[in-house]
């Protein structure tokens, strides 16, 4: 979804180096989320954000951390990366106050390799 | 912990048959999503199920939400290659904390 933006698409890192990942909406959602995917995987998630003073650890959140800037902004960052966190990173986002809000919205996602 | 399978993990088929991929959760959903990932894509908001036993058509894809509304379907009739790609249910869980769970997806070929 174009309204769904992350920077940058592809990224290939160390081991050992930090790295951001960003995500920018200008959909208007107050929920934003980050997720990776492994091949073969369905969609883990990382952490989520219900509004701007609002963060919440997923399933898989160690090795990250997150920042919601502002509600249209959701930043992922590896502090010390690693290989085995090489993967698809997406970014989604979703709409509470409408009916069907469960519903998310994802970027084109980011492609990380940790060499 | 909650879980949410699909399968089969993988269908081949032939233009023209049909296809369909299950979803069972471990926990009662509130309601279910579906999304399409075409190959090199994101996924792809295509529907939303909310009620016990419903169903919903969308032209060749016909979706259900169970009784008990802790599994789901996805029947697409007469397959093109179009329909190329993986398929995931996902759902909010019913009680406890928020908790938006992705299912294992299914991926689809369709051979010409």
């Known amino acids: 979804d174009a309204d769904v933006t992350q920077t940058p698409r592809n990224r290939i890192t160390k081991t050992g180096k930090r790295i951001m990942l960003e995500c920018s909406q200008t959909?208007?959602?107050?929920?934003m989320y980050w997720y990776r995917q492994d091949p073969g995987l369905g969609l883990r998630l990382i952490y989520y954000?219900?509004?701007?003073?609002?963060?919440n650890k997923g399933e898989i959140s160690d090795g990250y951390s997150v920042s919601r800037q502002a509600q249209a902004k959701f930043s992922l960052s590896l502090e010390s990366a690693i290989p085995n966190q090489t993967a698809l990173y997406f970014c989604?986002?979703?709409?509470?106050?409408?009916?069907?809000?469960?519903?998310?919205?994802f970027g084109p996602g980011t492609r990380l390799t940790v060499l | 912990g909650q879980q949410v399978m699909q399968i089969p993990q993988y269908q081949h088929v032939q233009e023209g048959e049909d296809f369909t991929t299950y979803c069972n959760s471990s926990?009662?959903?509130?309601?279910i999503q579906w999304y399409k990932q075409r190959p090199g894509g994101h996924p792809v908001f295509l529907i939303q199920?909310?009620?016990?036993?419903e169903v919903k058509k969308q032209k060749r894809l016909t979706f259900q939400f169970g009784e008990a509304k802790k599994n789901s379907s996805l029947h697409i009739t007469a397959t093109q290659t179009t329909d190329v790609g993986s398929y995931f249910c996902?759902?909010?869980?019913?009680?406890?904390?928020?908790?938006?769970?992705f299912g294992t997806g299914t991926r689809l070929k369709v051979l010409a």
């Open positions: 989604a986002t979703s709409d509470q106050r409408r009916q069907g809000g469960d519903t998310q919205y």
């Open positions: 959909k208007g959602h107050d929920r």
């Open positions: 954000s219900f509004d701007v003073k609002d963060i």
């Open positions: 926990t009662t959903l509130s309601n």
């Open positions: 199920l909310v009620k016990s036993g």
């Open positions: 996902a759902g909010v869980t019913a009680s406890g904390t928020y908790k938006y769970i």
